[in-house]
């Protein structure tokens, strides 16, 4: 009975001495269930990457290009392209897709088209998606601020204050939007507290230097704008900003120094070249102001106050000849510009020799 027993083993024994191929169908199994689920999902992502790699998506399956990962990915790299056909297939798709981003990245789209208005109607509907869609609220200050609807502008950026309390950029942005208004007060109480939430932020210290260089006043400009250089030394704009400073004080010197170390760095920034011409002018060095007036001409032949203000300093200089040669060569190069020139400074009709 014994031996019969070991012959005819029960269901259970006979599973647990066949338990490795028991394990063996339960690994084909679950691998059959996890490859169902994740092919497909391995096969999308094989797709889009290769789609990022290549210059055009004729290798995608139908089944695939339907994919809204995919059809938005194509929207992505179409608007990349200039060709306006692209650009138009990729507003489509962004139109199609019932998400708030897809909506903000098609308001960003029709604003790159320079359509300021309908990308704006699109982040609205972004927003009603998501209220709090803090990316779109700033955007849409943006947008109105681009338009020079400075209210509208404070109502979203107000709104983004709101959702973002701890960020700087909402109260620079209102504080910049109350100052276009007008509001100089307001826009002096954000401007700080952006700079309060970011002392050293780029953002943040410069627009309130734009303020304070347009309105004052001129201790506190002055004190903001050597703090802010300290940290941001490279800034050749505060190095302007800093020599018109001194020449409001009338510290010649240091002006001279500010706008001359300008120049080497910006050879092209020609109000400052202009700047240092004026200076030279009321520091009575009229050959120096002649010459950098003949410097931005040669780059801007077209602006009449150049022309005036070399006329000015040739003739401060007395060098009459120089000043005549000049209203010669515009008679003859530039008749209407050397009529402006003739009629602003009063002059008589030079004898010209052709």
């Known amino acids: 009975m014994q031996l019969q027993a070991m012959r005819n083993p029960t ?30 999902s391995w096969a999308l992502n094989q797709t889009l990457l290769q789609f990022l790699h290549e210059d055009a998506p004729a290798s995608l399956e139908a089944t695939l290009r339907a994919h809204p990962r995919v059809s938005w990915l194509e929207g992505e790299k179409g608007f990349v392209l200039t060709d306006p056909t692209t650009h138009a297939r990729a507003l489509s798709l962004w139109a199609e897709q019932p998400d708030w981003n897809a909506r903000m990245l098609h308001a960003q789209a029709l604003a790159a088209e320079d359509e300021p208005a309908m990308a704006l109607q699109w982040l609205k509907l972004a927003l009603q998606l998501r209220p709090d869609f803090l990316a779109a609220v700033d955007y849409a200050g943006t947008l109105a601020n681009r338009r020079a609807d400075w209210h509208q502008a404070v109502r979203y950026w107000e709104q983004a ?40 932020g780029w953002e943040a210290n410069h627009s309130y230097l734009i303020f304070l260089r347009e309105v004052g006043p001129l201790d506190e400009y002055a004190t903001e704008l050597e703090r802010v250089r300290a940290f941001t030394p490279e800034a050749v704009v505060y190095h302007y900003w800093g020599g018109e400073l001194a020449l409001r004080q009338s510290k010649y010197a240091e002006a001279e120094q500010e706008f ?12 400052v070249a202009e700047t240092l011409a004026q ?23 077209d602006q009449v ?8 300093a040739v003739r401060a200089a007395g060098d009459l000849r120089a000043e ?14 050397y009529q402006e020139v003739r009629l602003q400074l009063n002059l008589a009709e030079p004898i010209c020799h052709n």
């Open 11 to 40: 269901p259970i024994g006979s599973l647990w001495r066949h338990r490795g191929w028991l394990w063996w169908m339960a690994a084909v199994t679950i691998l059959a269930l996890v490859s169902y689920r994740l092919i497909p």
């Open 161 to 200: 204050q709101r959702l973002a309390p701890a960020s700087a950029k909402p109260y620079t942005n209102l504080g910049m939007a109350y100052y276009r208004l007008g509001n100089h007060a307001a826009a002096r109480q954000h401007l700080r507290k952006g700079i309060e939430l970011d002392p050293l």
């Open 260 to 271: 001359t170390y300008v120049l080497e760095q910006r050879p092209d920034w020609y109000i």
């Open 279 to 301: 200076l030279y002018l009321e520091t009575e060095r009229p050959q120096l102001a002649a010459r950098w007036y003949h410097y931005v001409l040669e780059y801007n032949p």
């Open 305 to 312: 106050r150049y022309h005036i203000g070399y006329l000015w």
């Open 324 to 337: 005549k040669r000049h209203l010669c060569d515009m008679q003859q190069a530039q008749p209407e510009i």
